[in-house]
């Protein structure tokens, strides 16, 4: 997992205003936080600079270099956007401790082309994201999922996979990938992706910690 470095600005807990203002600056609010560190951690940031860390299909470790002199190991835990202007509007760090598992979600990509696809069925994925526990220096950036031997009506499942290093939390019956039919096609398979829709895990894409944003 390669490692990036941001430069952040220490901030005080502010009204919304003052928040609201950093945005139309091109700032980014954040707020990092761990286990060993007392108090979360208030920061903005360019937030172009994070564009390269949040419009990415890998997970990285990134060192945070404070305008005090602290520095900080962490993940990007969670991201906030506005839901109109569809901006970053806040982000969350944790911080991580070498020698301590910790648990992320890491993102799920399917390599090769699979049988049902060359018959003609549509390739749907239902779960974008894996939930592991694992050390922080052997978090994978993907997980890449081979589905060459996926047929029309097949259906792959969390438990049919491994990570090397990492032990899966996500439900081992939550469904990753189905091949469909063709469109117009009449298969009794069909339930069977109905019911992935409803097995597919929900992903909780932004949910900001900071309470002085509410």
């Known amino acids: 997992m390669s490692d990036l470095t941001f430069e952040i600005k220490k901030r005080e807990i502010s009204t919304k205003g003052y928040l609201n ?14 286990k060993d560190v007392e108090e979360p951690y208030y ?36 991201v906030q956007f506005d839901p109109v ?9 944790q911080g991580v401790v070498f020698g301590e598992a910790i648990t992320v979600q ?3 990509v399917h ?28 978090i994978p950036e993907k997980v890449e999922v081979d589905i060459t031997d996926l047929g029309i009506g097949d259906s792959l499942y969390v438990k049919d996979i491994t990570v090397e290093n990492a032990k ?25 992706a109905e019911e992935a829709e409803e097995k597919a895990e929900p992903e909780v894409i932004s949910k900001g910690k900071s309470e002085e944003e509410e």
Not at 49 to 64: A, D, R
Not at 111 to 138: D, M, N, W, Y
């Open 21 to 34: 203002q950093l945005r139309k600056e091109g700032y980014t609010p954040g707020v990092f936080y761990a």
């Open 168 to 192: 899966i939390l996500s439900p081992e019956e939550a469904i990753i990938f189905t091949i469909t039919p063709p469109k117009g096609a009449v298969e009794e398979v069909q339930p069977e």
């Open 85 to 93: 202007k569809e901006n970053v509007i806040h982000v969350d760090f």
């Open 111 to 138: 390599v090769g082309a699979s049988i049902g696809e060359r018959e003609g069925g549509v390739l749907t994925q239902f779960l974008h994201k894996l939930e592991i526990e694992c050390l922080p220096r052997q």
């Open 106 to 108: 890491i993102p799920i």
């Open 43 to 78: 920061f903005y940031i360019p937030e172009k600079e994070l564009n390269p860390l949040i419009y990415t299909s890998e997970t990285h470790m990134v060192t945070l270099k404070t305008d005090d002199g602290k520095e900080f190991k962490a993940i990007m835990k969670e």
